[in-house]
């Protein structure tokens, strides 16, 4: 009786139980504020900044002026004056003041991109342009103007120093590491592994992963958790990164510098709930195209010059295809290091932003990387926020599965005894039916043992009156009568005979009762 009511309790548990562990995801569950746009499609950002001109151009004419938030306008030198147009997310124009220029550029556009990355989103912000375009300025900057990369690491330890628990009690544990690569004649090299006794860099192979996406192998990853360390591990980069003096830059970078910021974030809830984001930022100064007559690059320069344009070439053909409305399958990320190095980054999985450095006088290479950012805002990506459940949480999960395997149990337990109990109650009814016929057969018995009684008794009567007929007989001469009599006496003794052990049987069966 108790079973029943106990096996229908148990079966709604069982089935809240698994309607709760396959609904159980962070998404729906999980009460963390988060973002889940999956693989959002999301076009690559272009911002455009003019550089001021340098003391080398103060004669020439500028070519190039940003006429408003978005738009710059390019004008020909030549006598037909033909000009244009070119709009864009961001135009930046510069100053007398480098600092204050600096710190529009990462207010309108860094901190937006740090944040995505606190979100959970891979982001990507590349400087490109001509030699000598502002490259280098816009992503490192100089101490009295810091660029990009050190406002966004001061902002990032600024931002995790401010984590508190939330009024949800949520508390935010933010951990960074960085790394810090370079991409020179074609090779990959790591700029914090150290240099050996030669004072060389060993090269690092790029791989491709199971998902298709890329990683350096062996690319040293530090863990950081003052600002002055990441900035110290980005100046040392900086100082074994190639650069050499050019007739246009003093200090030209002869290689891409990829300096990657890796945060993982893990948002606890106050039961013990773990949410986990793991994101990078990566933030890359390319090497300049350039032309080898401007830059006056001879001999070991010119031979690094033609393998920045070819890489840069290569990029501009993998832009050019993702630009595409109907874009290729095959996308020619393997045709340098560079594109293969930023597969990722460029079509997939990344908020993206190209910051496209303008000199104000060189209508030729000006209006090319022009040409170059346009096509470049049509390039989609697809990023996602990178959410995971983390150890502790499966660990529940599994805590949860392993209690629920055990009630499935008891329920299959539960199940073979009331198959069991079933089995009496036919047991029973077969039974009780068995009984009633015994009864009845034992009272038929009775009935026939009377009726054998009697009969025995009847018997007993002709037997007597056959021996009284039998003396009769003999007395009297009727020999003739003999042999009839002696049949009769024989018949007698052979009913005697039956009735007798038909009455051993009854007394048998009535032995039962
Ligand atoms: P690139 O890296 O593109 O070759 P750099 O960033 O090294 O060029 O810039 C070349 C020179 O121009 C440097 O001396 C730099 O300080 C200066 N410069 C570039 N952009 C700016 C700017 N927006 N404001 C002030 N100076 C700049
Ligand atoms: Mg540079």
Known sequence: MFVIPCFGLLYLIIQYLIYFLTNFHTETKFPLKQDTAK?????????????????????????????????????????????????????????????????????????????????????CIFAYGQTGSGKSHTMNGQPSAPGLIPRLCKDLFEVRDLLAPTKDGITVELNVKCSYLEIYNEQVRDLLAG???????????????????????????????TVDEILDLLEQGNEIR????????????????????????????????VL???????????????????????????????????????????????????????????????????????????????????????????????RYATIAKSVKTAAHVNSYETSEQK?????????????????????????????????????????????????????????????STERDQLTQVLLSIAGSIQNSDLSDLAPVIERLQTDSRILGSKIDSDLSFCNKISGLT
């Not at 195209?289 to 920045?308: D, H, P, T």
């Open 39 to 123: 693989g959002m499609v999301d076009s690559i950002k272009v911002a455009v900044r003019l550089r001021a001109p340098s003391k080398r151009e103060e004669d020439l004419s500028p070519i190039v002026q940003v006429v408003s938030g978005n738009t710059v306008l390019a004008k020909s030198v030549d006598q037909r004056g033909f000009s244009r147009n070119f709009h864009f997310d961001h135009c930046f124009s510069s100053s007398n003041d480098p600092e204050e220029d600096q710190e529009k550029l990462y207010d309108s556009l860094g901190r937006e991109y740090l944040l995505h990355a606190l979100d959970g989103y891979n982001t």
């Open 195 to 225: 240099q050996d006794a030669n004072n060389s860099i060993s090269n690092c192979r790029v791989r491709e992963r199971l998902d298709r996406t890329t990683f350096v192998e062996g690319l040293q990853e530090f863990t950081v958790h």
């Open 276 to 370: 986990e984001r793991k994101s990078h930022i990566k933030l890359i100064d390319l090497a300049g195209s350039e032309r080898a007559s401007a830059s006056g690059s001879k001999g070991e320069r010119f031979k690094e010059g033609s393998k920045i344009n070819k890489s840069l070439s290569s990029l501009g053909r993998v832009i050019s295809m993702l630009a595409k409305k109907n874009k290729p399958k095959l996308i020619p990320y393997r045709d340098s290091a560079l594109t293969w190095v930023l597969k990722e980054s460029l079509g997939g999985n990344s908020k993206t932003c190209m910051i496209a450095c303008i000199s104000p006088c060189d209508y030729e290479e000006t209006t090319s990387t022009l």
């Open 242 to 273: 190639v650069t050499e003096a050019t007739h246009v830059n003093d200090r030209s970078s002869r290689s891409h510098a990829i300096f990657t910021i890796a945060l993982d974030q893990k948002e606890i809830s106050p039961l013990g709930q």
């Open 395 to 455: 660990e529940q999960m599994e805590l949860m599965k392993r209690q629920l395997n055990d009630l499935q149990e008891t329920l299959s337990e539960l199940k073979d005894q009331k198959a069991i109990q079933d089995q009496m109650e036919k047991i029973k009814l077969t039974n009780d039916f068995l009984e009633q016929r015994i009864k009845r057969e034992r009272e038929q018995t009775v009935e026939y043992y009377d009726q054998l009684v009697q009969a």
